[in-house]
């Protein structure tokens, strides 16, 4: 799972981007010109006596400096200034969909069972539904609701994971996930389980792909 503090994304080809908690003015006058003027004088890149100035140790430094500050806007938004309403995470993290909108997709779900949390996950930067204590006769039927679920989630203008544990009596033995492009959920599902295997209970994650930081859901 990737940090939360790793706000900042990189890969070799790949600019850096603002995490969805940082100060935009902070952003644009303080870190994006430090990262370029770094990036763009490091020794490794600039060929030529005297052409560069930094080091990869620098750089390194500025990518951990970078991680602490953007740390701190993370505990700052979480601790100060979210309201800890659903609605308040969904637009800090850019999940451009209702709350309700969200409910009523997995009411499927949640009418077999009274045992439900919901909650945004600032560390996943995803909203969370963990549903146990599931009641159903035959897999067949849990089944047919799960694939009922997630054909409404996949209206929404989100993305979603749906993790489905699976046990034998008390004891876990793995879990199914299901993504917004699975597809012919019901008999994947199906296929997923063996003989005397149940479910213990299903989270849901649902995220906007470009604000993420679990690497694992996106």
């Known amino acids: 799972m990737k940090k939360f503090s790793k706000l900042i994304l ?3 080809n790949e600019a850096r981007t603002m995490s969805p908690l940082t100060n935009p003015v ?3 006058e303080i870190f994006k010109p430090l990262i370029e003027h770094i990036e763009n004088n490091l020794q490794s890149k600039v060929q030529g006596p005297g052409s560069a100035v930094f080091t990869s140790k620098t750089k390194a430094l500025l990518d951990e400096f970078i991680d602490q500050v953007e740390e701190d806007y993370k505990d700052y938004f979480q601790y100060e200034i979210h309201d800890g309403s659903q609605e308040s995470f969904l637009q800090a993290f850019n999940i451009n969909v209702d709350y309700r909108d969200i409910m009523d997709c997995i009411q499927p779900l949640l009418d077999r069972t009274d045992d439900v949390e919901d909650s945004g996950n600032f560390d996943f930067g995803a909203f969370v539904i963990d549903i146990v204590r599931i ?3 035959t897999n067949e039927e849990i089944a047919e609701d799960l694939a009922d679920v997630h054909g409404k989630l996949k209206m929404l203008d989100a993305n979603f994971t749906m993790r489905v544990t699976k046990s034998r009596g008390p004891r876990e033995t793995g879990t ?4 917004k492009t699975s597809t012919d959920v019901d008999n994947l599902f199906l296929n997923g389980l063996s003989e005397g295997e149940k479910i213990s209970n299903i989270i849901i994650y649902v ?3 470009e604000t ?3 690497a694992d859901l996106d």
Do not use: M, R
């Not at 199914?176 to 993504?179: A, F």
């Open 10 to 12: 990189e890969t070799k």
């Open 176 to 179: 199914i996930s299901l993504t």
């Open 212 to 214: 993420v930081q679990a």
């Open 26 to 28: 902070d952003w644009d």
């Open 207 to 209: 995220y906007n792909k």
């Open 135 to 137: 009641k159903y006769n």
